[in-house]
């Protein structure tokens, strides 16, 4: 199913007219989806550009920085331990939910980090629940959202003791 951002929508009588700056190629792929629909259904919600390719970047040289002075390593699984760290330090993006006891596993299947809210074991009709706050990964993230996100990698490497030069130079680097 396409989908494309309207940059401009006007009226002519009884037609909306949407105008899109997507490729011709795009258009195409629409309108063949198009073909064989008799009648189709189109939702409107306002655009929220996602995050950067530099943001992320960014980010992720941010906790590189980070993991090299926590850990002294920058191995994947140090520096994803960093970002899971930030996630729940921004404390941005999350859902609570409510799952039988022994579900953390397909949580983590779909989420960046799960984590177990203290005490919050309970009896929900004779099946033992729990409940976890689940956060969503960065990728998922638009752009004030990701901004934020940096802040607090940011204020974290400072708290850490990576030097204010490195964090400059990281600045420096991806302009943001």
Same mark, same amino acid.
């Given at each position: 199913?396409?989908?494309?951002?309207?940059?401009?929508?006007?009226?002519?009588?009884?037609?909306?007219?949407?105008?899109?700056s997507v490729s011709e190629y795009h258009i195409q792929r629409f309108l063949n989806e198009l073909k064989d629909i008799d009648k189709f259904e189109?939702?409107?919600?306002?655009h929220k550009e996602s995050r950067s390719s530099l943001q992320n970047a960014m980010l992720w040289s941010i906790m590189e920085k980070i993991s090299l002075e926590v850990n002294f390593?920058?191995?994947?699984?140090?520096?994803?331990?960093?970002?899971q760290?930030?996630?729940?330090?921004?404390?941005?993006k999350h859902i609570i939910l409510d799952v039988p006891v022994g579900a953390r596993?397909?949580?983590?299947?779909?989420?960046?980090?799960?984590?177990?809210?203290? *005490?919050?074991?309970?009896?929900?009709?004779?099946?033992? =629940?729990?409940? +976890? $706050?689940c956060y969503v990964g960065s990728s998922k993230f638009d752009t004030k959202e990701m901004t934020d996100?940096?802040?607090?990698?940011?204020?974290?490497?400072?708290?850490? *003791?990576?030097?204010?030069?490195?964090?400059?130079?990281? =600045?420096?680097? +991806? $302009?943001?």
């Open positions: 199913m396409s989908k494309f951002v309207a940059n401009e929508i006007k009226r002519s009588g009884k037609d909306i007219i949407f105008t899109t189109v939702t409107v919600k306002k390593s920058k191995r994947e699984e140090d520096v994803l331990s960093v970002y760290d930030i996630l729940k330090q921004a404390n941005i596993n397909i949580l983590e299947e779909s989420f960046r980090v799960v984590v177990k809210l203290p *005490g919050s074991e309970h009896d929900d009709k004779g099946v033992s =629940k729990v409940l +976890y $706050k996100l940096i802040d607090c990698a940011l204020d974290y490497a400072h708290q850490v *003791g990576v030097y204010d030069s490195e964090i400059m130079s990281i =600045k420096e680097t +991806y $302009k943001l």
